[in-house]
């Protein structure tokens, strides 16, 4: 038996089989179920996508298939995961060993964390292939062995459509850019030729440019070595570009399994029906998106949806239901029969924000330039400069939303810095209405720009006190337990860190630190880039709905063009720290003028082809 488990030439056609799956926990406080009877298939050659919300247990699923619970977790009794003809669950740890890379190689979300930062990229693909090889023990094979290797990660970097294969083999990780790191992990996990293929949001927090590329590249490795691919992802619009197959994952369980062609046309389950109405688009853009109160996670007898569901029936809270057939090979776990219309809520009586616009300029930038000087040699002397932003120039209206777009380095960052005093402008200037403390800024990751080892209180009162204000005990400050409010959190979170907190909530904690100064002008960089649909509707929705409120001005930078027409009344298009391209949303959308500007809408997984 042993022997038939360490053939690793074993081409078994038969695809994946997850049947059955339990994880969670047994401990003497009791068992704590995370995944819940999970079952799914992935025919050789075919992509499954697995979709749900943070937490839904779409990560989980992919380690339980390499054996890489963390330690406090343990399988359920029946459990059963076949790869080929290897029962995964039945191997021990030095087969699996084996079989991770060898059979079953992984593409992670963020590339610059999953590679060593320390070995050069020749180090890390080498270290991939030569551990499923055995050279022979004589020194000519050897020889001969390490110019076969070398030849292969020339051809590997090659396949994965990296230009300068020779020269990328001696960079560290950080000297490459995003979609090249990416596609270095993509090479790592294709170095052994595995049978199945787990991509866990390979393309999350990128420009649309490079997410086009990597699942080209993808779609293309799959079809030539016809492998078989789990996807995971938030993000719908990549699953109808890649995939054959869904499964919508929520609170441990599959929800909804279907193709995906059935599955656009008329996705059946509530939650899956909240995940595209949550979708922004700029026929939305008068209505806040559709979210309903979050699930605790506790444990009902029902159905677990039935905090989030708008039509739940006396049935729902007695008994959990089953996979019901609705439809050819399309199953839906909700005893509802029809689809039924998602309640939207239409703010300020159907009135747009934009016309809260006055003709006032807050902000105005003319002729900005943030370059960074290149130096060489002992005495650092400067022989060139990166024009990071160039001439840059523009103005921001009171009670507007101004989108900055653009790919990644295309200078959006470098230009918000900027104007927050976090960069000097190498020329150029900004003019703003009242004084500075009028600009906030909101960062892309509320992890890394909250201190982890203060409290919230303390990281909402930081600029107040940075202002001189004497606050003996934030926690019972009366301004910071109104913005509290007015970002949707309850006070009683004054004395948590961020750890604590989900990603939204995070984001909200860093809305409250920027609107505790009262400021008129708020700079977005990035905000919902890395959030799943859910939370990224939240987030709009308070954007929005504080606006309207506080008469708030936004210079809202991202390049996801589905928020920016949900949420921007202009735009400008950054190319090269250039603006190429500006005017009103509808012109930027509906009749780009610019060939860089078209190419991004091209690219852009545009929200309306998936109305419901």
């Known amino acids: 038996m042993l022997v038939k488990i360490l053939n690793m030439n074993d081409k078994n056609p038969n695809h994946v089989e997850i049947e059955q799956l339990y994880v969670g926990t047994n401990t003497k406080a009791g068992k704590n179920i995370i995944l819940d009877g999970i079952n799914l298939a992935i025919p050789r050659g075919k992509t499954l996508a697995l979709v749900g919300e943070s937490g839904s247990g779409k990560s989980l699923t992919a380690l339980s298939i390499a054996q890489l619970l963390p330690t406090n977790l343990i399988y359920g009794t029946g459990s059963q995961i076949q790869l080929g003809s290897l029962s995964i669950l039945d191997l021990p740890e030095i087969v699996m060993q084996k079989i991770r890379g060898k059979r079953i190689g992984f593409v992670f979300q963020e590339p610059m964390t999953a590679l060593n930062p320390v070995l050069t990229i020749e180090e890390q693909l080498r270290e991939a292939m030569t551990w499923h090889k055995i050279a022979k023990n004589t020194a000519s094979s050897r020889r001969n062995y390490k110019k076969q290797i070398d030849q292969a990660l020339i051809s590997l970097l090659d396949s994965v459509g990296i230009q300068e294969p020779k020269h990328c083999l001696q960079c560290y990780p950080h000297q490459l850019s995003g979609g090249m790191k990416q596609r270095v992990m993509i090479a790592i ?7 199945l293929l787990i991509a866990d949001e390979p393309t999350t927090a990128v420009d649309v440019s490079i997410q086009a590329q990597i699942l080209d590249l993808l779609k293309r490795i799959q079809r030539e070595k016809k492998l078989s691919m789990l996807f995971i992802t938030h993000d719908l619009g990549v699953v109808k570009q890649i995939a054959d197959q869904i499964a919508v994952m929520y609170h441990g369980q599959i ?26 688009s700029y026929e939305k853009r008068n209505n806040l998106l559709p979210v309903t109160a979050s699930n605790n996670g506790q444990s009902q007898q029902g159905c677990k949806f039935t905090a989030r569901c708008p039509w739940v029936m006396p049935i729902c809270n007695e008994t959990e239901p089953p996979l019901f057939l609705r439809g050819e090979d399309h199953q839906v776990r909700c005893y509802l029969t029809e689809i039924k219309p998602i309640p939207v809520q ?21 002729e900005a330039c943030v370059y960074f000087p290149i130096k060489k040699g002992l005495l650092k002397r400067t022989v060139a400069v990166v024009k990071a932003v160039e ?47 009028n600009i906030q800024m909101v960062f892309q990751d509320p992890y890394s720009s909250l201190n982890p080892k203060m409290l919230v209180a303390d990281i909402i009162a930081e600029g107040l006190r940075a202002k001189g204000q004497r606050i003996k005990d934030a926690s019972t400050f009366p301004a910071i337990l109104t913005v509290l409010d007015q970002v949707g959190l309850s006070q009683n979170v004054v004395n948590r860190y961020p750890h604590e907190f989900s990603g939204g909530q995070r984001q909200r904690i860093a809305i409250a630190r920027a609107l505790i100064l009262s400021p008129t002008i708020l700079i977005c960089d990035e905000p919902t880039s890395a959030l799943d ?25 991202t390049h996801n063009l589905s928020a920016v027409s949900y949420i921007a009344d202009r735009a400008i298009v950054m190319k090269n720290g250039k603006i190429v391209e500006e005017g009103a949303i509808e012109t930027i959308l509906f009749s ?5 500007t078209k190419m991004l809408i091209e690219k852009n997984i545009y929200p309306s082809h998936f109305e419901v």
């Open 592 to 596: 780009p003028q610019h060939d860089y």
């Open 255 to 280: 929800v909804e399994y279907a193709e995906v062609d059935a599955f656009f046309a008329a996705p059946k389950h509530p939650y899956s029906q909240q995940l595209f109405a949550a979708i922004p």
């Open 189 to 195: 996990a294709l170095a052994a030729e595995p049978d």
């Open 533 to 557: 649909l859910s939370v990224q509707a939240q987030v709009l929705n308070l954007l929005k709905t504080l606006q309207y409120e506080l008469k708030l001005s936004y210079l809202f930078i």
């Open 391 to 437: 001439n840059v120039s523009f103005d921001l209206y009171k009670g507007e939303t101004l989108a900055v777009v653009g790919e990644s380095g295309s200078g959006k960052t470098t230009l918000a810095k900027a104007m927050v005093g976090l960069l000097p402008f190498t020329s150029g200037n900004m003019t703003v209405s009242g004084s500075s403390e």
């Open 346 to 366: 239409i703010i300020n009586a159907g009135n747009s924000f934009s016309q809260q616009q006055e003709n006032i300029a807050l902000l105005s930038v003319q």
